[in-house]
């Protein structure tokens, strides 16, 4: 009897041991901070602290690094519809990186977009100029503190990128001062997740103007890109992924081409399904695209989108790794063809008037083998989007915007033709201004 008891003491002490463990372990959970719930590290950026939380970082400290932002300065565009603010921001390596990198990445977003930035400059050596779009004083309010997270959270935003802002005349923002509160407590590993907490705070009516203005696309392309500073840009939208070692490789690859002055080097892009890992080099790209994982941009949303850049031929053609070259040249150009490329600094401007979407970037390579630019696909270099795209239904709103474009497009040719001299897609001639038109009509989807 008596062992026995002992064994039901030593039970019972067991057990008074593990109750109170469990309730110093929930007291523990329940009073620290939300930043470290349920961390988990992000497949597509790395983390980029040990710590997770902005408060777990030390002191935190930060500065009002837009004290001299004032509205009542910065530029008007030619239509002086929108204003800019060039250098709001400048990456502390920005300069130094352009003198040692011929090429520099030109990029644009909205507001909701953003994180995507992240990614890109963990994968990007050289300089980034990204030109960002706030619609009034909540919007811009979001915008400054997120900019701020992500230099806080991110060395490769901190060093590489230097932002430009454009606000619009009708919603021109007021104030420039931010609530920087709660950036203690935002999560380095979640940009995504931040960005989208925050944009809770945007008002309704912010959202319901920007569904009914259009987003001016080339605009903030041409403002991104003459920030570069660069003799050679790479001018993508801010969701499309570099490939490894990219801005290394293209940096010598530029050093030795021999180029007239009149060319473009087609970057191939591909959407990938968003339960893979991003390819580290072509051959899994290759692999992915093989089992269906990753397919060419808008193959199944707009095929005329990226068809020219012909992706079997760069996929079958075999190269090495670590050095870039030519696989070949873009031969059956078309209408409607956009790819994302690297090309000198004075290729045609996106022309400002295409608004919103339809005819933005196509115009623009169009103008560009009218002028008689030729396109070179390189390999084994890639972009990617995350996501596989699906053509689904589109609002009333963007089938507006398209036929607005249209309308100016038919305006726009006639003025490519009188510049340069001549119509190699026979865009202008009568006999067959219809044909091309339907043809556009039917298939257009940017």
Not at 11 to 36: E, G, P, Q, R, W
Not at 305 to 318: D, I, L, P, R
């Amino acid at each position: 009897m008596c062992q026995r008891g002992r064994k039901w003491s030593i039970l019972t002490f067991c057990l008074i041991v593990l109750m109170l463990y469990n309730l110093l372990l929930t007291a523990k959970l329940m009073y620290k901070s939300d930043c470290s719930r349920n961390v988990i590290q992000v497949q597509k950026v790395e983390a980029p602290r040990n710590k997770p939380c902005l408060n777990d970082l030390g002191e935190f400290t930060v500065t009002q690094p837009f004290s001299k932002l004032d509205f009542r300065l910065g530029r008007w565009d030619n239509s002086r519809n929108y204003k800019y603010f060039d250098n709001l921001l400048i990456g502390e390596e920005f300069a130094e990186l352009g003198d040692k990198f011929s090429v520099c990445l030109a990029t644009q977003s909205t507001v909701e977009r953003l994180f995507s930035i992240a990614e890109v400059a963990n994968q990007w050596a050289a300089s980034i100029s990204l030109a960002v779009f706030a619609a009034g004083d909540d919007e811009l309010k979001i915008l400054l503190v997120y900019i701020i997270y992500l230099r806080q959270c991110f060395a490769n935003i901190k060093n590489k990128v230097t932002f430009h802002l454009a606000v619009p005349k009708g919603r021109m923002p007021t104030s420039n001062e931010i609530d920087i509160n709660d950036l203690p407590n935002m999560d380095c590993t979640k940009p995504e997740i931040t960005l989208n907490q925050l944009l809770k705070r945007r008002s309704s009516a912010t959202e319901k103007w920007r569904n009914k203005h259009p987003y001016p696309q080339n605009h903030m392309r041409n403002l991104a890109r003459k920030h570069c500073g660069s003799g050679y840009v790479f001018l993508t939208d801010v969701d499309v992924i570099p490939s490894n070692k990219q801005a290394e490789l293209l940096n010598e690859f530029l050093k030795e081409t021999d180029c007239d002055g009149k060319c473009a080097y087609v970057i191939p892009t591909y959407e990938l399904d968003d339960r893979v890992a991003f390819p580290p080099n072509k051959s899994e790209l290759v692999r992915l695209a093989n089992k269906g994982l990753a397919r060419p941009f808008h193959q199944k949303v707009f095929v005329f989108n990226q068809f020219a850049t012909n992706f079997s031929k760069w996929q079958n053609y075999k190269s090495e790794e670590d050095k870039v070259v030519v696989s070949h040249t873009v031969t059956n150009f078309e209408f409607l063809y956009e790819p994302f490329y690297v090309a000198p600094d004075d290729v045609p401007p996106h022309d400002e008037r295409f608004v919103g979407y339809g005819y933005t970037r196509n115009t623009q390579v169009y103008e560009m083998y009218v002028a008689g630019y030729e396109f070179f696909v390189l390999s084994p270099l890639f972009t990617c989007h995350w996501g596989l795209q699906f053509k689904r239904g589109r609002p009333h709103w963007r089938e507006i915007q398209n036929t607005q474009n249209r309308h100016r497009f038919e305006v726009f040719k006639h003025e490519v033709f009188a510049k340069y001299g001549r119509d190699p897609l026979d865009m202008v001639s009568i006999r067959r201004r219809a044909r091309k038109h339907q043809h556009v009509h039917n298939h257009q989807n940017e």
